[in-house]
């Protein structure tokens, strides 16, 4: 099983920048396409981005496409969100997630295809 750490989180004010940073261990983390999701209370979880196993495509919501980048390191067991230029509507814990199946493509990954999740870091956008 893959266990899914999340760092980085913290209160920014709006068009600051935060990088989140997620470090997988448990299994061969570089066959796994690798996600970021998004959940405000009340809220139903969102995709963010997500990125394959070699890290050549990534895919993103349109909302955040521009201003947030995913990236990995398959050496260090470890996938990254840019998250620049925060709006306050973006104030949510921000998850990362590793894909249920190895070489999952991203151009049609939804958050049904990741099977692991971490617990979480809050990001709050706030004047």
């Known amino acids: 099983q893959v266990q899914l750490v999340e760092s980085g989180g913290g209160m920014v004010q709006p068009g600051d920048s935060l990088r989140l940073s997620c470090e997988a261990s448990?299994?061969?983390?570089?066959?796994?396409?690798m996600g970021w999701a998004r959940q405000g209370p009340g809220k139903e979880r969102e995709f963010v981005a997500a990125i394959n196993w070699n890290a050549l495509n990534a895919r993103y919501k349109d909302s955040v496409e521009g201003r947030f980048t995913i990236s990995r390191d398959n050496a260090k067991n470890a996938v990254y969100l840019q998250m620049n230029d925060l709006k306050p509507e973006e104030t949510d814990v921000y998850c990362c997630?590793?894909?249920?199946?190895?070489?999952?493509?991203?151009?049609?990954?939804?958050?049904?295809?990741?099977?692991?999740w971490g617990q979480g870091t809050q990001v709050t956008v706030s004047s």
């Open positions: 997630a590793a894909a249920r199946l190895p070489w999952t493509v991203v151009r049609t990954i939804r958050l049904e295809d990741f099977g692991a």
């Open positions: 448990g299994r061969t983390f570089s066959r796994y396409a």
